[in-house]
């Protein structure tokens, strides 16, 4: 993403929330905050989408199939990383790369977790206005503004008041694809040193596949490039690297198909996707 600015593929993510809230067959999924995070020039183009497809150029006809398509990701994505976030029961949940995620807002599981956001602080500074009129469900939520490639996020986690001896459950849903793997590994090593026994990592990452050659020309055109793509044994390598023992780990057109046709069928070419959920090793 370019300086003062925020992230692209937040919005995009978020717009695919907001378009799939009401309309989707899965009763697991709802987000009544998406709209809200987004701009009036975004809400209006998910209104637009909703109503089917308009304008006849290759242009207008990309942007509702991709938009869609995103729409059906963000249901599969987030009802799987949803359940997995209420079985943690975790006090304290840290979102890294938080960009427009509404869970503490619209999650009532959350009652009694102090959520930690961090992210760019340009997207944040952005997100804190416009969940101001939101009602929060989490106990607490704490902003953290971090730019993963330059700034200390050990030290950023720990003046928010992060807890190392309390399990957390981490929630790495769409950065890792957007780092270098010096960048990865350097975040896990904080992870990795302020996660109690007890504590969850869930992380969407990408995998060799061909879909991911149309998908790294879009988001390269947003200027936020796809730098690291990882295999299930390279990812379950690094993790127990990092202290980390693999609970399961999926391919997203998998997971579409047991929440419904509609959405098995809108993913079922989407296997750059998965998604990881593990659990921190006790030491030894």
């Not at 001896?165 to 694809?177: H, N």
């Not at 960048?183 to 969407?204: C, H, K, N, Y």
């Amino acid at each position: 993403m370019k300086p003062g600015t925020a992230s692209k593929t937040a919005a995009i993510v978020c717009m695919g929330r907001a378009i799939a809230h009401g309309r989707t067959p899965v009763a697991a999924f709802s987000d009544p905050t998406a709209m809200a995070m987004l701009s009036p020039e975004q809400r209006s183009e998910v209104e637009r989408i909703r109503q089917g497809p308009l304008g006849k150029g290759w242009g207008a006809r990309f942007r509702y199939n991709h938009l869609m398509m995103e729409s059906f990701l963000m249901v599969a994505r987030t009802v799987v990383i949803d359940a997995d976030l209420r079985d943690s029961a975790a006090q304290q949940i840290v979102i890294l790369g938080a960009g427009l995620d509404g869970r503490a807002w619209r999650m009532r599981e959350l009652g009694t977790s102090i959520v930690f956001e961090v992210d760019h602080p340009d997207t944040q500074r952005m997100k804190i206005q416009r969940v101001a009129p939101l009602t929060r469900e989490a106990r607490e939520v704490r902003f953290v503004p971090v730019d993963f490639g330059h700034d200390d996020l050990a030290g950023a986690l720990k003046a928010a008041g992060h807890d190392a001896s309390l399990p957390t459950a981490w929630l790495w849903e769409g950065v890792v694809m957007y780092l270098d793997r010096d960048q990865i590994e350097a975040t896990l090593r904080v992870i990795e040193d302020r996660s109690a026994p007890g504590s969850r990592l869930v992380v969407a990452y990408h995998q060799p596949a061909l879909m991911l050659l149309l998908l790294s020309v879009i988001v390269r055109g947003m200027g936020e490039p796809i730098r690291t793509v990882l295999t299930p044994s390279q990812m379950r390598e690094l993790l127990a690297r990092y202290g980390f023992s693999v609970r399961w780990d999926r391919e997203l057109p998998a997971i579409g198909s047991e929440l419904s046709p509609e959405i098995g069928r809108a993913t079922r070419l989407m296997h750059h996707l998965r998604i990881v959920s593990a659990d921190r090793e006790s030491a030894s």
